[in-house]
């Protein structure tokens, strides 16, 4: 069989990872947890287009600007390219493409199908479903307990990281695309579960993990519960944390706590954190920040204790642990390190010490995992008939991409169940309109890995890249100006856009049988041009267009006769 071309999508998809046109894919796409079309978001960036890029990204995912700034980038994580030189900075080129798009037309609600869909919880993962539920032509009400939609995004991540505008924008997007919200109303003490169940034709539980966790120590309630701290900072309302702070946690949570009280006037930040250095959660750029900040980070050390004085905080005793581990339901065991016990002075005490699910007002219909989060199946549909669960409380600990992806995946599941329609692929049609698209599914694609990429000398080695200026200013300014629209189109050129052919032409050049011929691509922006084989019977399946693409974009099937 002549050459087969895994090709880049040309229309937006919204349901889907296996397309029949990609047989093969990247790394990048694979690892991304919201399904993020990312290599045709890089080849819209490079040529200018921002508003086409902004416009696919969309059709995933509703929060671009957010994932944009704190996803923790799995992608760039596995990216080929850091085998060649540095990794493309894929979160930023997914910010510039919302900073930097014009107006973008809205996708179009489908016609109403009658069906009423309940919402709990008005975070990343409940938006995101009652977003798709929408497009789809469902009623889709969000019960948010907060005042004001966004969640974790709003509440919880400091506005230097995520400015509360973009977070407005992006959550106006989602009201306009017809969902209903009622803020202030709190399911279990406004509304019964039961009355939602009886009252809509399917429930979408996103309430995420609201439960803080303590620490079974002396004075622990002396302590300032992290999501709690951060909530109030956003909102104004804290006071004073003195001038020595103490922050128990060495996640991402801990570490915007820690940045926040430098912000608040602490002139001394120490971290006391269970993991080694090496094996930290919070992300590498958050241990960077807290280097230039001056904040101290205790490495394979717990607290043992709070001590105070006349009601107030005086000190945090804490001691090196040898080895810890967790069980299947979250218990800590732990080994202490023969005198390793130390005390730090310090006014404030911040626990990060992880989250909880908070599901009585379910009433227990639903199976609960061991850590007690909802149990769901492959469309996120939980044991109890016609209730849906995404995010955390159906994953447990979970970033904002993850919590759109299965947001995104529960509305497709709700969809399913409501009106039969369920199709492996959904893409926006000429119109805006979501549209059933079984006729672009295919299998699981193929990851391509940087070793099957042959003609990947063809690429140029680059410099690395400058780190962006800061102001240096310990204020609730964003402290990363992001890409200019020139730097993210030289960065997103840097793309190997690996598994997907970007018709550079090279296997054309390279076929010695001149079976390939490059043809024009009417009005497509990213790629042209791309390569057909255009005489079939006289391909003598050489390999060579295999051995010569720099995309590793190339497949073949050969036929059983040819392999006996």
Not at 3 to 31: H, N, V
Not at 198 to 227: C, Q, W, Y
Not at 363 to 381: E, I
Not at 404 to 418: N, S
Request: proline content about 6%.
């Amino acid at each position: 069989m002549p050459p087969r071309y895994s090709r880049e999508i040309s229309t937006p998809i919204a349901k889907g990872r296996c397309l029949k046109d990609q047989f093969r894919t990247s790394p990048c796409e694979d690892s991304c947890p919201a399904g993020n079309p990312i290599q045709k978001m890089q080849s819209l960036i490079e040529k200018g287009e921002f508003s086409e890029a902004l416009r696919y990204l969309r059709a995933k995912n509703p929060f671009p600007g957010v994932t944009g700034r704190v996803c923790p980038h799995f992608c760039q994580q596995s990216c080929n390219r850091s085998h060649l030189d540095s990794c493309i900075a894929i979160r930023d080129l997914e910010r510039a493409a919302s900073d930097h798009a014009g107006k973008t037309p809205p996708m179009r609600r489908r016609p109403a199908t009658g069906k009423k869909v309940a919402v709990i919880g008005g975070g990343p993962a409940g938006l995101t479903g009652a977003y798709f539920l929408s497009l789809l032509g469902h009623d889709a009400t969000v019960f948010e307990a907060a005042p004001m939609l966004g969640g974790i995004p709003r509440y919880a991540i400091p506005g230097f990281r995520l400015p509360r505008d973009i977070v407005d924008r992006e959550v106006g997007l989602v009201l306009q695309a017809g969902v209903h919200a009622r803020v202030n109303t709190k399911v279990g003490r406004d509304i019964s579960f039961s009355e939602l169940r009886n009252t809509f034709d399917a429930v979408l539980v996103a309430t995420g993990m609201p439960a803080e966790r303590s620490l079974p120590i002396p004075h622990a309630e002396k302590a300032l519960k992290a999501v709690e701290f951060l909530k109030n900072a956003a909102l104004g309302l804290v006071q004073k944390v003195g001038r020595k702070v103490v922050v128990m946690g060495g996640g991402g949570v801990a570490f915007d706590c820690a940045f926040t009280a430098r912000r608040l006037g602490a002139e001394e930040v120490h971290v006391i954190c269970l993991e080694e250095a090496h094996a930290m959660r919070a992300p590498a750029e958050d241990i960077a920040q807290a280097e230039a900040e001056g904040i101290v980070i205790h490495n394979a050390c717990t607290m043992s204790a709070i001590a105070c004085a006349d009601g107030d905080v005086t000190a945090a005793e804490f001691f090196e642990v040898e080895s810890s581990s967790f069980d299947a339901a979250g218990r800590l065991t732990l080994t202490p390190r023969k005198d390793g016990d130390h005390v730090l002075g310090c006014d404030t005490v911040i626990f990060a010490v992880g989250m909880m699910t908070d599901l009585d007002f379910m009433g227990g219909g639903a199976a609960l995992s061991p850590r007690r989060c909802l149990v769901t199946d492959g469309s996120m549909r939980t044991t109890d008939a016609a209730v849906f669960a995404a995010g955390e409380v159906a994953s447990g600990p979970a970033s904002v991409a993850q919590s759109v992806g299965q947001g995104r995946d529960a509305a497709f599941g709700i969809h399913a169940l409501l009106t039969g329609e369920d199709s492996p692929v959904f893409a926006l049609d000429d119109d805006d309109l979501l549209t059933a698209r079984p006729d672009l599914a295919g299998n699981a694609p193929h990851v391509v890995q940087f070793e099957e990429m042959y003609g990947v000398s063809q690429y140029p080695l680059r410099s690395a890249r400058p780190a962006r200026k800061t102001s240096g200013v310990l204020d609730m300014q964003e402290i990363d100006p992001g890409m200019t629209r020139e730097d993210a189109m030289q960065e997103a050129s840097h793309c190997m856009h690996c598994g997907h052919c970007k018709g550079c032409g090279t296997c054309v050049d390279d076929c010695p049988g001149y079976v390939l011929t490059l043809e024009s691509v009417p009005g497509s922006i990213d790629h042209p041009d791309q390569p057909v084989v255009s005489y079939r019977d006289e391909c003598w399946h050489c390999a060579n267009c295999r051995t010569s693409c720099p995309c590793g974009a190339i497949g073949f099937e050969f036929p059983l006769r040819m392999l006996v």
